[in-house]
């Protein structure tokens, strides 16, 4: 498979995970707040559990919304064709954050106004922050499954947030697994990272995955690890995915062999 072959695989594999992640946080997000007793409103007779789901489902990242979106849906149809949870019909809140954080609390707070006790959210960094403070605020749990930002689960005075939760790992750990995989399965001595040059997570992701491959390569061989970002040196390449094709392809060619 060729490399823009891969990118697209790539972006494929993103999107499943981020299905995945949102089935596991739904799954946690029922238990805990049939636990704690608190229910969404409910117009008739049926019961009725209410899960409120924030992402951007507008702009640059809509399709990162979608994947949340359509992961969510699935899971609370499956449920109700089940017989909901504990006979309570599950019945979903769409708030779009737009990536931003004042998107992110208004869409928090529409979302509690609603009826939700739970909110799964956001993807971006900025508007899970927003998230967060209304969840904190309003002593609704959140669960996000798709942000990795550190500070996420800690508040303004790096205090634990005990509402808040995430389902994947932070960016290091992320990089850290791998830049390892790379060298200790893949056994290469080069590697090019690619990321948005105005992407927070991008960023953070990038430079863990050159610390800890450069590091476990300069016990072995020598190496480079490429970045290609928003600088320019020999070693690096300015990009904006937004001047970008879809799938990157351009970019991609560019990198040395």
């Known amino acids: 498979m060729n490399r823009a072959g891969r990118a697209l695989g790539y972006r494929a594999a993103t999107a ?26 409910a117009s008739s007779d049926t019961q009725v559990l209410q899960i409120g789901v924030i992402g951007p489902f507008s702009g640059h990242y809509e399709s990162l919304g979608r994947s949340v979106r359509d992961g969510v ?11 909901g949870v504990l006979g309570f019909e599950v019945q979903v809140v769409l708030e779009d954050s737009a990536c931003d954080y004042q998107g992110g609390r208004a869409a928090a707070d529409a979302a509690i106004d609603a009826g939700a006790p739970f909110l799964i959210g956001a993807v971006c960094a900025g508007a899970s ?17 798709g942000s990795v930002n550190l500070d996420l689960t800690l508040d303004a005075e790096e205090e634990v947030r005990d509402l808040v939760y995430r389902i994947p ?6 990089g850290a697994v791998a830049a390892r995989f790379a060298l200790e399965q893949l056994g290469h001595e080069t590697a090019a990272v690619l990321y948005a040059e105005d992407s927070t997570y991008g960023s ?54």
């Open 204 to 257: 953070a992701l990038a430079r863990a995955f050159v610390r800890v491959f450069e590091e476990g390569e300069v016990a072995r061989r020598r190496c480079t690890a490429f970045l290609l970002c928003g600088f320019q040196n020999e070693w690096m390449l300015s990009w904006n995915p937004k001047d970008s094709r879809d799938d990157h392809s351009d970019v991609i060619e560019q990198l040395p062999a």
């Open 73 to 83: 849906l699935l899971a609370a149809e499956a449920w109700n064709q089940q017989g």
């Open 16 to 41: 499943v995970t981020m299905a995945i992640s949102v089935a596991v946080a739904i799954s946690v997000a029922m238990v805990a707040v049939l636990l704690t007793g608190c229910l969404g409103d």
């Open 169 to 174: 790992s932070v960016d290091d750990d992320q």
């Open 129 to 145: 922050e927003g998230v967060a403070q209304v969840a904190t605020r309003s002593g609704v749990l959140q669960i996000t499954p």
